[in-house]
């Protein structure tokens, strides 16, 4: 009788441990199986309203959006403005749209895009700015505006500094009255 007690304790035991390698084997694919899972995860847009990014250093930036969509390479911006401000030069600039591009580091506004600085105010329809050379330029009709001279012409370079060049302009000096 104890023979037969001990044999169907040995079978429960080894049933159990049985049971337990099995539950063992069940966990161990089921964390794999989620492992493979949530590396195939990719999300196709991350969306921030009403973001404010701020850059302090050596030059100085804030960046508000009334919305930001990340999708892939690039961030879509709603309503941009953006202060930037290296020593004593303090720029404004503010369109409908814009879109950076982090793998180059353009930054393209676009949709009644104005710059200010001082009393000198330049819109145009599209303006790309590198944010690595530190310089602003488009290719379309471009007007700037101040309180004794409006310029309008093409291809706008600027260092976003004090230099400012348009070709095939036509200026308008108002004088004195």
Do not use: C, H
């Not at 023979?3 to 035991?13: A, E």
């Not at 069940?26 to 196709?44: H, T, V």
């Not at 850059?55 to 403005?81: F, H, T």
């Not at 895009?113 to 105010?121: A, E, F, I, Q, S």
């Amino acid at each position: 009788m104890i023979k037969k007690l001990r044999n169907k304790l040995k079978k429960g035991f080894l049933f159990l441990i049985f049971l337990l390698f099995i539950a063992f084997l069940f966990d161990q694919l089921n964390n794999y199986i989620q492992e493979l899972d949530l590396s195939k995860i990719e999300y196709k847009e991350a969306v921030i309203n009403d973001i404010i990014l701020v850059s302090k250093g050596e030059k100085d930036y804030i960046l508000v959006a009334k919305q930001a969509v990340e999708k892939g390479r690039e961030i879509y911006m709603k309503e941009p403005n953006l202060n930037y401000k290296k020593n004593e030069d303090y720029i404004n600039i503010s369109s409908k749209n814009a879109v950076y591009r982090k793998d180059t580091g353009l930054l393209t506004l676009y949709e009644d895009v104005v710059l200010k600085k001082d009393d000198l105010n330049v819109y145009t329809e599209l303006i790309n700015i590198d944010t690595q050379k530190n310089i602003a330029f488009n290719d379309r009709k471009t007007y700037i505006k101040s309180d004794k001279i409006n310029i309008e012409g093409i291809n706008l370079w600027s260092d976003l500094k004090e230099n400012i060049k348009l070709e095939k302009t036509i200026t308008y000096i108002r004088g004195n009255k």
